[in-house]
C-alpha cells in the first residue's frame, strides 16, 4: 500500500453520464496530481494541486474537472466524455518540494461507452 | 518540448540473466531522473532516483541505473533477473527549476523475466 487510495476502482459509463473519481492521501502530502495512462503512451500529466491551488492544467478539455477540498483529497469530476477518454486515471501525492517522488494510487479504470 | 524515450516496448530476459531498460531524456537543464515501477492492478511505485554526485544509482529490489549526461540518457539495470522483476518499468524526469514535481514520463517498457 501507497497510501494513496483511489475510488472506483473501475467505472463504466456512457458519453452522456456525469461521474466523479475520487482519491484520498493521508501521507501529510501538500502536492496532488491527476494522470491518464493509455496503453503504449507516456503518462500524461493533467493537473496539478499545490497546497489547495491547481498550479498546472496541460490543456485539458473541460469536459474533465478536478477538485481538491483540502490537501487530503482530489477529485477528477467527469461529464460528457467521449470513447478516447478511455484510460487508466492515476492520482499521486507528494511533498510540496522539489526532488521528493510521487506516491500514486492504484488507480481508476474507466471505460465511456 | 520535454520529452522521456524508452525506445523499447517490451524486453524479454531469462531469469539470472542481467537486464537493461532504456531512457534517454529530452528536457532543458539538469534534470532530477527517476524510475517507477507498475505490477498488474496498481499505481506506480519508485525504484530509484539521481539527484547529483555519483553516476551509478542503487535502488530498490537490486535495480541501479546510470545517468550519461552527453547521451541523455538514464538506463536502469540489474545483474539478474528475477521471474518477479516482471513489470511495467516507466522513467520520468523533473525539471530541477520547477517549484513543485512536475514530472515527464516515458510511455513504459513491459520487462517479461521467463523462468
Known amino acids: 500500500e501507497t497510501g494513496v487510495t483511489q475510488t472506483p476502482r473501475h467505472l463504466v459509463m456512457g458519453m452522456t453520464n456525469k461521474k466523479s473519481l475520487k482519491c484520498e492521501q493521508h501521507?501529510?502530502?501538500?502536492?496532488m496530481y491527476w494522470y491518464k495512462q493509455s496503453a503504449k503512451k507516456p503518462l500524461e500529466l493533467m493537473f496539478v494541486?499545490?497546497?489547495?491551488?491547481?498550479?498546472e492544467n496541460n490543456s485539458v478539455p473541460s469536459r474533465f474537472s478536478p477538485e481538491c477540498p483540502n490537501s487530503s483529497h482530489l477529485f477528477l469530476h467527469l461529464h460528457t466524455l467521449q470513447p478516447e477518454d478511455s484510460a487508466l486515471y492515476l492520482c499521486?501525492?507528494?511533498?510540496?518540494?522539489?526532488?521528493?517522488?510521487?506516491?500514486f494510487g492504484a488507480g481508476t479504470r474507466l471505460s465511456v461507452l | 518540448a520535454q520529452s522521456v524515450a524508452q525506445p523499447e516496448d517490451q524486453v524479454n530476459v531469462a531469469e539470472g540473466n542481467p537486464l537493461t531498460v532504456k531512457c534517454t531524456y529530452s528536457?532543458?537543464?539538469?534534470?532530477?531522473l527517476f524510475w517507477y515501477v507498475q505490477y498488474p492492478n496498481r499505481g506506480l511505485q519508485f525504484l530509484l532516483k539521481?539527484?547529483?554526485?555519483?553516476?551509478l544509482v542503487k535502488g530498490s529490489y537490486g535495480f541501479e541505473a546510470e545517468f550519461n549526461k552527453s547521451q541523455t540518457s538514464f538506463h536502469l539495470k540489474k545483474p539478474s533477473a528475477l521471474v518477479s522483476d516482471s513489470a511495467l518499468y516507466f522513467c520520468?524526469?523533473?525539471?530541477?527549476?520547477?517549484?513543485?514535481?512536475?514530472?515527464?514520463f516515458g510511455s513504459g517498457t513491459k520487462l517479461n523475466v521467463k523462468p
Open positions: 528536457v532543458s537543464g539538469n534534470p532530477y
Open positions: 501521507l501529510g502530502h501538500n502536492a
Open positions: 520520468a524526469v523533473t525539471p530541477r527549476r520547477d517549484n513543485f514535481n512536475k514530472f515527464y
Open positions: 494541486y499545490s497546497l489547495e491551488e491547481r498550479v
Open positions: 499521486a501525492s507528494s511533498p510540496n518540494e522539489n526532488k521528493n517522488i510521487q506516491y
Open positions: 539521481y539527484i547529483t554526485g555519483d553516476n
